[in-house]
T-cell receptor, first 113, second 113 residues
């Protein structure tokens, strides 16, 4: 079983719709969770971090964490063509900084006009 | 501007050569990382360092070497022992007081010719 699993996609949504990206992780002691966006040929950029169960909203983005189910998701509201990218889920098992992240293979999102 | 600078952006290596990728950060971050990205495989950790003069192997350290003589610098050498070095290499750093958030440089493309 992979440590962090994501559906590779592509996930296609029409412009203006809600895109839902999902991630599961295997290490039950994981404490920190991150979503990165990566455009083709570019480096990943941080979108959201979440540490506690529940929802965390930032603009059009909402991260959802359920530690009991070992599941983290990212919702993108009012999807735009500029949101078309690969979204990477990353997990860190320990709080306190300086520890390594384990990444999923990413989900490719395509927002269609 | 504060950030992580990787150089060169593009590098070509002949078979049997060692090459060194530079990574410099002026964010005053304690931790630094090197990841490798291949198509469809997400990011894989090569080496990481949490303090000066100390570093640990990641998941795919064979054929690579690093040094951490200064807080702001973490160069990666790809040795001739690395049999399949063609990939996108990403340097990252994190502040131990910043909730484990990892930030990436722009990346270096290495191609074996």
């Amino acid at each position: 079983q992979k440590e962090v699993e994501q559906n590779s996609g592509p996930l296609s949504v029409p412009e203006g719709a809600i895109a839902s990206l999902n991630c599961t992780y295997s290490d039950r002691v994981s404490q920190s969770f991150f979503w990165y966006r990566q455009y083709s040929g570019k480096s990943p950029e941080l979108i959201m971090s979440i540490y506690s169960n529940g929802d965390k909203e930032d603009g059009r983005f909402t991260a959802q964490l359920n530690k009991a189910s070992q599941y983290v998701s990212l919702l993108i509201r009012d999807s735009q063509p500029s949101d078309s990218a690969t979204y990477l889920c990353a997990v860190n098992p320990v709080t306190g900084g300086g520890n390594k992240l384990t990444f999923g293979t990413g989900t490719q999102l395509k927002v269609e006009l | 501007d504060g950030g992580i600078t990787q150089s060169p952006k593009y590098l070509f290596r002949k078979e049997g050569q060692n090459v060194t990728l530079s990574c410099e950060q002026n964010l005053n971050h304690d931790a630094m990382y090197w990841y490798r990205q291949d198509p469809g495989q997400g990011l894989r950790l090569i080496y990481y360092s949490q303090i000066v003069n100390d570093f640990q192997k990641g998941d795919i350290a064979e054929g690579y070497s690093v040094s951490r003589e200064k807080k702001e610098s973490f160069p990666l050498t790809v040795t001739s022992a690395q049999k399949n070095p063609t990939a996108f290499y990403l340097c990252a750093s994190a502040d131990k007081y910043g909730g484990n958030t990892i930030y990436f440089g722009e990346g270096s493309w290495l191609t074996v010719v």
